[in-house]
């Protein structure tokens, strides 16, 4: 007997509607945005009393380890930005080095996509949480073209590692005047290493940064940019969890890169008024990209584009339409590469994802109803099995979502996730009630 033929997957439509569309400011964005404006312009000002505005670029580099880990508890915060700032440390040393010992561009391109690459999965593994690998990349993929002596890596990286320290101190100066300090959110899923073990769906999303952003360097080489590595960037930030999230990140990358370089054109007349405007007009950039960010991709784009070039200028003018062309240069190719390595580089992983999930999400299920079978109020471990069962959950619905929007995928489990979710949405809300009316019984 013939077996029943499976159903083909479909390709996944790609939508405009609604790609624009602005939704809610972050409530919380002064933290990140103000932390970091303080770390640059003490670092900025520092170097312009010294006369050396021409190395903001290492100083930024670890000032802007200051976005990281607002939401997070002080103990888990410290040890959050450290990591960032020997992360960008490691990441600029890789670079600096390799511009000190070649000067082959297709060299410098590959090298900065696979260090691209690496920092996308150890961001993502780590759940770190907004703006997670791209100011990495941002800052490691520019050190790869800044030309550099052997005997000069050393100096810059300290500068490196000097602002970093400032940035930490900056995220965690509010434990002076509020010592309790957040509560934080609950952070599912397992360590760092364990999510990126072979067979990790992570995987394929690093191969996909490093062979995007590897073409896009390549190809923007090719069409006489003198600053591939933009490119470089574009393509890294366009890979987003899926193939339709890389295509939304996409056209908002290409309008709001377009609506930033306008911005740019109009200030450059500001800038060019003195090394004092010019660091404030950068710090104002950093500052409305924070704000604006959350509400649309796009619109935290009109600031960040200008700002990128802005901080290229610190080390001195140079002619505002070769900047602009290269700009726009990179940001077509870039996506242009994201999206045909998007297409190109498939993550077949995705639904087996969702087959674990499912099956961790049962045994949590499982355990939990185990407690709620016993007689006896909930005792200590009522609280791990709930956590244990809500992380699960949440690992679940995270796994269904990347599955469902990636490109060529098998048919997936939807039934039976649904089932899943419900079933594990009662019982915790069983463990929830035994464990609110265990103090009144034990009482």
């Not at 000069?152 to 602002?163: E, F, K, N, S």
């Not at 900047?323 to 993550?347: E, K, P, Q, S, Y």
């Amino acid at each position: 007997m013939a077996k029943p033929s499976r159903p083909l997957p479909r390709p996944l439509p790609l939508p405009l509607r609604g790609l624009l569309r602005l939704g809610p400011a972050a409530p919380h964005w002064p933290r990140p945005a103000f932390s970091a404006a303080v770390a640059m312009a003490t670092a900025d000002f520092t170097l312009l009393a010294l006369g050396r505005l021409d190395l903001a670029l290492y100083t930024a580099a670890g000032a802007l380890c200051a976005l990281y880990g607002h939401d997070r508890p002080y103990a888990v915060r410290a040890r959050t930005v450290a990591a960032v700032v020997l992360g960008t440390v490691a990441g600029v040393g890789v670079a600096l080095v390799s511009a000190s010992l070649t000067g082959c561009a297709p060299l410098l391109i590959l090298l900065a996509s696979l260090v691209a690459a690496v920092q996308r999965m150890f961001c993502d593994a780590s759940r770190i949480g907004p703006p997670g690998n791209v100011v990495l990349t941002f800052v490691t993929s520019t050190a790869f073209f800044v030309p550099q002596r052997p005997a000069d890596v050393p100096g810059h990286l300290a500068l490196v590692l000097a602002a970093g320290a400032l940035a930490w101190l900056v995220c965690m100066a509010p434990a002076l005047v509020r010592p309790h300090g957040p509560a934080g959110p609950r952070r599912p899923g397992p360590g760092v290493m364990a999510r990126l073990r072979p067979g990790s769906p992570l995987l394929p999303v690093g191969a996909r940064v490093a062979a995007g952003a590897t073409l896009a360097g390549w190809a923007a080489l090719a069409l006489g940019s003198a600053h591939p590595y933009w490119a470089v960037v574009t393509a890294a930030a366009v890979f987003q969890a899926n193939t339709t999230l890389s295509w939304h990140r996409a056209v908002q990358r290409v309008v709001g890169n377009l609506l930033g370089l306008l911005l740019f054109t109009a200030l450059l007349p500001l800038t060019r008024l003195g090394a004092v405007a010019l660091v404030l007009v950068a710090l104002a950039l950093q500052i409305g990209a924070e704000a604006v960010m959350a509400r649309n991709y796009w619109l935290g784009s009109v600031c960040v584009t200008p700002m990128a070039l802005v901080l290229g200028e610190f080390g001195g003018a140079h002619p505002a339409a070769g900047l602009v062309a290269d700009r726009w240069t990179g940001t077509l190719v870039g996506v242009t590469a994201g999206l045909f390595v998007c297409a190109l580089v498939t993550n077949r992983r995705a639904t087996d994802r969702v087959e674990g999930a499912l099956r961790h999400a049962a045994a949590a299920r499982a355990a939990a109803a185990e407690l709620l079978d016993a007689a006896a109020p909930a005792g200590p471990a009522a609280g791990p099995a709930r956590d244990r069962l809500a992380r699960a959950l949440l690992e679940l619905r995270e796994a269904t979502d990347v599955a469902a929007g990636e490109w060529w995928q098998r048919p997936l489990p939807g039934e039976r996730v649904a089932a899943e979710e419900r079933a594990g949405q009662r019982v915790l809300a069983a463990l929830d009630e035994r464990t609110a009316t265990a103090p009144a019984a034990a009482g």
